[in-house]
C-alpha cells in the first residue's frame, strides 16, 4: 500500500499539469466494418472506435480497447475482464435485465443485403429461403423471426457475407450501417450484392455501451463525454467521416 | 536317443481347448459407471430441480445431436474408404502410389482441423466447381479427409498385424497378390483394425463440435447459440458438455465390448 501511494504521488509529480487519466477498458469484437474493425497496420478503427477516443477525451479518460470475439463478449464483462463494450450493442429489454446501458450513441435499422438479381424487395419474397446473420445479434433475431425462412447463424458477419457472396445464402441481415458497407462500398462484394431493403424495428434501434448492472461510475463517465461531443459537434463529425452528412 | 526305458501308460488330460478368457466384471464401481451414470443422474437433477433454464436448454440441442451424429457417420464412412486406400498404399511396392498415399497422410497430419474446414469451405467456396457445395458436405469432406490420414494408419497396422506365413501360404495356393489381400489377409485384419476404428469413431464425434464455425446446427452450435441470446453461458455450456459426455460413454462402452469379444487370442 505505501509503494502504491509512492507511485501515485510520483506519477503525480511526473504528470505535473495532467489530470491523473483514469484507463477504462472497452471490449470490442473488431470485426464489424464500418463500426469497428482491424486495419491493415492492426489497429482497431472504425466509427465506434472514433466516438469511444473522442469520448475519453471529452470527460478524461483513457480508453483502453480490447479485442474480444462476440461470443462470450457479455460473459467476460460479467466476469469483470473489461469495464464497457463498445462494440455496436443494440439496447435491448432483454439485456438490460442483465447488465445497464449507457444513452444510446446510434440509432440502427436491419439492412437486407442479397444479390443484385436476386428478387427479393420485401419480407414476404424471404419465404422459403435461406437467411444468415451473425450469432446473437439482432439481426439474428430478425432472421428468426421472419416465417418460412431458414435462419443460419454465423461467427462472424464478414463469414455470412462471404457465403452470401458465393452464392449459398440468399439473404443476410445486419445493421445497416455494416449491411451497407458491405453491399455498397466494398469494393468486390458490392460488384454482385446490393442492400435490398431496411426492416424497419417496431421500436426505434439504439446501439449503446453495455457496462456491468449497476456499475453507475463508468456509465456516468461514458454519458458525460458523449453529451459533450454531441453538444459541440465532434459527434457529428465523425459520423459524417464514416456515414456522410445525414 | 534311447526311447522309451519304462513303460508306463501316460495319462493325457483332454480338456476343452484354449479357453477364451472371459473378462473378470470389474462391478459397479468403475470409472466408467460412475461417470456414465453420474452425468445422466446430473442431467436429470438439474432438469427437475430447475426446469428453467436447464429443461429449456435440453429442449434446445437434439436437432442439433441428429446433426452431430449425421456428420459423424458419413465422415467415418468417408474416412474408413480413405483409410483403406491410403493403407494399401502405404503397404504398396509401388513407389509412386507409396508416394502420393505418404504425401496425403503428411499434409493432413500438419494442418489444424479447424483450418482444413475453414480451407474447404470458405477457401475452395472462392472456386467456381466449390460455389455450391453446402456446408453439410464441406464439414463432412474435411473430417473424412482428416480421420481418412489416421484411419490409413489404423489399417497399416491391422494388416501388418497378421503373420507374413499367411500371405506365404496363400500365394503358395496360387492366389495372386490382390486375392490375397482380399480373402486372406483383410478377412484376418479387420478384428485388429475395428476396436481403433470405434476409437476413431469417438475422436471424431467430438471433433464434429468444430464443424460449428461453418454455421452447420450441430450440438455445439446449439449450446452457442442458446448461450448468446440467454446470456445463460454456464447452463447452456454444462448442458452441452454433459450431453457430449453422456454420448461418448456410452459409445466408448460399446467398444470396449466389441474389443472383449474380438480378441480372443488375448490370454489373461
Known amino acids: 500500500m505505501r509503494t502504491r501511494i509512492a507511485l501515485a504521488l510520483l506519477a503525480l509529480f511526473l504528470m505535473a499539469g495532467n489530470a491523473l487519466a483514469k484507463d477504462v477498458v472497452f471490449a470490442v469484437d473488431a470485426t464489424y466494418p464500418p463500426m469497428e474493425m482491424v486495419d491493415a497496420n492492426k489497429n482497431i478503427v472504425g466509427f465506434g472506435p472514433e466516438i469511444v477516443a473522442a469520448i475519453g477525451k471529452a470527460a478524461g479518460f483513457n480508453p483502453v480497447l480490447k479485442n474480444t470475439a462476440w461470443d462470450g463478449i457479455f460473459a467476460g464483462l460479467a466476469s469483470g475482464k473489461y469495464d464497457a463494450i463498445a462494440s455496436s450493442v443494440s439496447i435491448t429489454d432483454e439485456r438490460k435485465q442483465t447488465m445497464d446501458f449507457t444513452d ?37 433475431f430478425v432472421c428468426k423471426k421472419i416465417e418460412g425462412a431458414t435462419a443460419k447463424s454465423y461467427d462472424e458477419i464478414g463469414l455470412a457475407v462471404e457465403d452470401l457472396y458465393n452464392g449459398r445464402l440468399d439473404a443476410v441481415i445486419a445493421d445497416d450501417a455494416v449491411a451497407s458497407n458491405y453491399a455498397l462500398q466494398h469494393e468486390q462484394y458490392s460488384q454482385k450484392l446490393t442492400l435490398a431493403f431496411l426492416i424497419a424495428p417496431e421500436k426505434p434501434e439504439y446501439l449503446g455501451f453495455a457496462v456491468n448492472k449497476g456499475n453507475k461510475e463508468i456509465a456516468d463517465l461514458i454519458n458525460k463525454g458523449l453529451a459533450a461531443i454531441k453538444a459541440n459537434g465532434e459527434y457529428d463529425k465523425i459520423y459524417a467521416k464514416w456515414f456522410g452528412s445525414k | 536317443m534311447n526311447q522309451h526305458f519304462h513303460k508306463k501308460a501316460v495319462k493325457i488330460d483332454i480338456g476343452d481347448g484354449a479357453a477364451i478368457p472371459v473378462k473378470k466384471d470389474a462391478g459397479l464401481f468403475t470409472a466408467w459407471w460412475m461417470t456414465f451414470f453420474g452425468a445422466i443422474a446430473v442431467i436429470v437433477y438439474l432438469c ?186 454456464f447452463e447452456a455450456y454444462t448442458m452441452v458438455a454433459l450431453v457430449y459426455l453422456v454420448i461418448t460413454l456410452f459409445l466408448s462402452k460399446g467398444v470396449s465390448k466389441m474389443e472383449q469379444r474380438l480378441n480372443y487370442y488375448e490370454r489373461d
Open chain 1, 104 to 140: 444510446p450513441y446510434f440509432e440502427v435499422k436491419q439492412g437486407v443485403v442479397t444479390a443484385k438479381d436476386a428478387a427479393i424487395k420485401t419480407v414476404e419474397d424471404l419465404k422459403g429461403k435461406t437467411i444468415a446473420s451473425q450469432m446473437g445479434t439482432t439481426g439474428y
Open chain 2, 48 to 233: 427437475v430441480t430447475q426446469p428453467e433454464p436447464y429443461w429449456r436448454v435440453l429442449k434446445f440441442l437434439p436437432d442439433g445431436v441428429y446433426v452431430t451424429f449425421q456428420v459423424t457417420i458419413l465422415s467415418i464412412l468417408l474416412s474408413l474408404v480413405l483409410g483403406l486406400v491410403t493403407g494399401l498404399g502405404r503397404l504398396s511396392r509401388n513407389k509412386v502410389v507409396n508416394l502420393i498415399a505418404s504425401t496425403y497422410v503428411e499434409i493432413i497430419r500438419g494442418i489444424p482441423l479447424l483450418v482444413q474446414l475453414f480451407y474447404i469451405y470458405y477457401a475452395l467456396g472462392r472456386l467456381e466447381f466449390f460455389k455450391d457445395l453446402p456446408p453439410m458436405a464441406a464439414a463432412v469432406a474435411a473430417m473424412g479427409i482428416c480421420y481418412g490420414a489416421y484411419m490409413g494408419e489404423v489399417f497399416r497396422a491391422g494388416i501388418d498385424s497378421i503373420d507374413k506365413g499367411q500371405s506365404e501360404a496363400s500365394r503358395s495356393l496360387g492366389f495372386n497378390r490382390a486375392q490375397t489381400m482380399m480373402y486372406v489377409i483383410l478377412p484376418q485384419a479387420w478384428r485388429t483394425i475395428l476396436p481403433p476404428v470405434g476409437n476413431e469413431f469417438i475422436a471424431l464425434l467430438k471433433d464434429s463440435s468444430l464443424v460449428s464455425v461453418l454455421a452447420v446446427a450441430d450440438l455445439m452450435r446449439r449450446g452457442r447459440e442458446f448461450a448468446s441470446e440467454s446470456f445463460l453461458y
